[in-house]
């Protein structure tokens, strides 16, 4: 499930909620005791609400329908939201009108969980009901503090790239090993190889066109920017959540090599030049772009074409400054305090159990949307086979992804930092101004970026 890259600050929202409702924080419509159409008052009713596209839709219906027909006692009703999904939360918690469990932005969750609106599931973690997830996908943002959920499922971030291209420029496959993963100047080399104007010019040759590109080495990746910052031992935040590191010289030096593959290289797309891309699966299919750097979620897109339109797929490590790191993503499904839940506490932890487990969710990771998020599923060879033993995954997929996954994520701050959100109102636009090629990356964090977060948190943070 592709995350998105902005919500609204909520934190001023949720105190006026707070204030208006008491500390009461919605309950759907359906307490559990209504009665169905059929006249039975037995069966719990509970409403789950998500994101998606067509596809997520379709695999997100077949597994309620799986849990619906083994529990006849409880139904969970499906709505999938389109537009601000954060927005809407928001909209239904003042009308307390909220869904029982759901998605929910991760970079949001922190005030949602302070002010009560999503149960603290700390007890269902440390009982060992939820099962062992993975410790890097746990959504706890003070040590020993309450826990709002884990991802649903996992991601990390990969190469995708279309071996065609690749066999028609003479270029090896992108290294399956973290150990051999290309170094920064490597893979700028790499993409230039595969990037080509409409004439066939190279960058670097005497009359390529950068106004005029054929085919870019590689797609715009810059949603995962904060990859590459852990790469050259800088960041935003340090790991323990206490210190901004945005103004580390290696911070500022991954940022601007990052802006030099599209203004200086011309190997990756501009924001400018993105309306002019189809699909990332077309993209690839049409040759328009040789790599692109993605979240695991982009499989169930590519593996699509790969069965379908024979698509020659490959996937590789992702290329190091000074470290081979990839970040972890995944969705939380989270418990809303409502009504409901509350009458029902039983019911609604069944659902989240069978919800949370990757054996009753098999589809949608088989499907190339969802990575398991318990470590054994990368570690029993039955397990692995079970979910990567498929026509959309590549042969290479146990080296690029399962071992990646299990020894070179950096943890997202999604998960641990409670200014996630806040902070990110100010430095996504400082960013534009970077992709943008408005401002080098020096300026737009010591001008732009900084003087803001100081402003904002005073000395909260070193």
């Not at 290329?319 to 029902?344: C, E, L």
């Not at 949307?369 to 498929?390: C, F």
Request: charged fraction near 25%; proline fraction near 6%; charge should be negative.
């Amino acid at each position: 499930m592709r995350k998105r890259k902005s919500y609204l600050v909520i934190s001023i929202v949720f105190i006026l909620i707070v204030g208006l409702l008491s500390g009461c924080f919605g309950g759907s419509s359906a307490t559990g005791n209504e009665e169905e159409s059929n006249g039975n008052k037995d069966v719990v009713q509970l409403k789950f609400t998500y994101w998606g596209g067509p596809l997520e839709k379709e695999s997100i219906d077949a597994l309620l329908k799986s849990f619906n027909d083994s529990h006849p006692n409880i139904q969970v009703k499906g709505q999938q939201v389109q537009g601000n999904y954060l927005e809407k939360m928001t909209t239904m918690a003042s009308s307390n009108t909220l869904p029982d469990l759901g998605y929910f932005p991760e970079g949001s969750l922190p005030p949602w969980l302070e002010n009560g609106a999503i149960k603290d599931l700390k007890p269902l973690f440390d009982s060992g009901e939820l099962g062992a997830k993975l410790k890097y996908s746990i959504f706890q943002f003070e040590e020993n503090g309450p826990i709002a959920g884990s991802s649903v499922a996992n991601e990390v971030a990969n190469i995708y790239y279309n071996k065609d291209l690749f066999d028609e420029a003479g270029v090896e496959y992108p290294p399956t090993k973290a150990e051999e993963a290309w170094t920064w100047d490597e893979f700028v080399e790499v993409a230039k190889k595969l990037t080509t104007d409409r004439n066939g010019k190279h960058p670097g040759e005497d009359g390529f066109d950068p106004k005029n590109i054929k085919t870019y080495g590689v797609n715009n990746f810059t949603y995962h920017y904060e990859t590459f910052l852990f790469s050259n031992d800088g960041g935003i935040i340090s790991e323990d959540g206490k210190d901004i590191i945005l103004d580390k010289p290696e911070t500022i030096e991954a940022l601007q090599k990052m802006q030099d593959l599209m203004y200086v290289h011309h190997v990756m797309p501009t924001p400018a030049n993105l309306s002019t891309l189809p699909n990332v699966d077309t993209a690839l299919l049409t040759k328009r772009v040789a790599m692109n750097i993605d979240g695991h979620w982009a499989l169930q897109e590519l593996g699509k074409a790969k069965k379908e339109k024979n698509l020659n797929l490959g996937i590789g490590v992702l290329p190091k400054m000074k470290n081979a790191v990839t970040t972890s993503y995944g969705t939380p499904i989270v418990v809303f305090d409502t009504d409901n839940t509350k009458a029902n506490w039983d019911e609604t932890k069944e659902f989240l159990k069978f919800v949370m487990d990757p054996q009753n969710s098999l589809p949608l990771i088989t499907g190339g949307l969802w990575m398991p998020n318990e470590e054994k599923w990368y570690h029993e060879p039955e397990l692995i086979k079970k979910w990567t033993d498929t026509e959309i995954h590549p042969e290479e997929f146990k080296e690029s992804v399962i071992d990646w996954a299990m020894n070179n994520v950096r943890k997202n701050p999604n998960y641990y930092w409670k200014d996630r959100s806040e902070a990110g109102q100010i430095i996504s636009p400082g960013l534009d101004q970077l992709w943008t090629n408005k401002k080098k990356a020096e300026e737009v964090v010591n001008d732009v970026i900084m003087p803001k977060l100081n402003q904002k948190f005073g000395d909260e943070y070193k």
